[in-house]
């Protein structure tokens, strides 16, 4: 299985900040990666899947870079309604769906 | 546009069999190139894959649960169900049903919490 490690674990920023969060996969995953937002007592939300590409209806300052085993999400001007934690998940392999461990941003 | 909702008990008693459904409205489990799918997230943890049942019916569950898991289709209620099978505390999780649509799991049902307690 392809295992996903995201880093950092956990992050302080505040509103307007540019946060970057990363995501690295165990082998080459070419662009198959997703991200999701899940904010706290709900399901996770599409963000960004084919590495880079925005889901409908997703704020533009969410951006995802990365190829093979490196990717980056990238939030440029945090909103208040950002304050989430943030998974990856690869989309590369056959079944199990592998997702990293998350990256919670909190408020500074 | 296509929802899901999760149904089934909240408690159930340790090495008894979880059993939870989802009701999918809007669309059917029969059409499309759809996986539905079961993910599940432990209290302050992250997300785990459970397994999947193709839109044709084949299944495929996570290696590390596969000796437990039953997924299945009832096709006249449009709807697909979870069983899980000699539960301990470790299964005690938040459990969501999910419409996997070309990898990309865009479509979440709200989550049913489970815990495993005597």
């Known amino acids: 299985d392809i295992q996903m490690t995201q880093s950092p674990f956990s992050l302080s920023a505040s509103v307007g900040d540019r946060v970057t969060i990363t995501c690295r996969a165990s082998q080459s995953i070419a662009s198959y990666l997703s991200w999701y937002q899940q904010k706290p007592g709900k399901a996770p939300n599409l963000l960004i899947y084919?590495?880079?590409s925005l889901q409908s209806g997703v704020p533009s300052r969410f951006s995802g870079s990365g190829s093979g085993t490196d990717f980056t999400l990238t939030i440029t001007s945090l909103q208040p309604e950002d304050f989430a934690t943030y998974y990856c998940?690869?989309?590369?392999?056959?079944?199990?769906?592998?997702f990293g461990g998350g990256t919670k941003v909190e408020i500074k | 546009q296509v929802q899901l909702q999760e149904s089934g008990p909240g408690l159930v008693k340790p090495s008894q069999t979880l059993s939870l459904t989802c009701v999918v409205s809007?669309?059917?489990?029969?059409?499309?190139?759809?996986?539905w799918t079961w993910i599940r997230q432990q209290p302050g943890k992250g997300l785990e894959w459970i397994g999947h049942m193709y839109y044709s019916g084949s299944t495929y569950y996570n290696p590390s649960l596969k000796t437990r898991v039953a997924i299945s289709a009832d096709r006249s209620k449009n709807q697909f169900s979870l069983n899980l099978s000699s539960v301990t505390a470790a299964d005690t999780a938040m459990y969501y049903c999910?419409?996997?649509?070309?990898?990309?799991?865009?479509?979440w049902g709200q989550g049913t919490m489970v815990t495993v307690s005597s």
């Open positions: 084919a590495a880079s």
């Open positions: 999910v419409r996997d649509r070309s990898r990309l799991f865009d479509i």
């Open positions: 998940q690869q989309t590369y392999s056959s079944p199990p769906r592998t």
């Open positions: 809007g669309g059917s489990i029969s059409s499309g190139d759809y996986y």
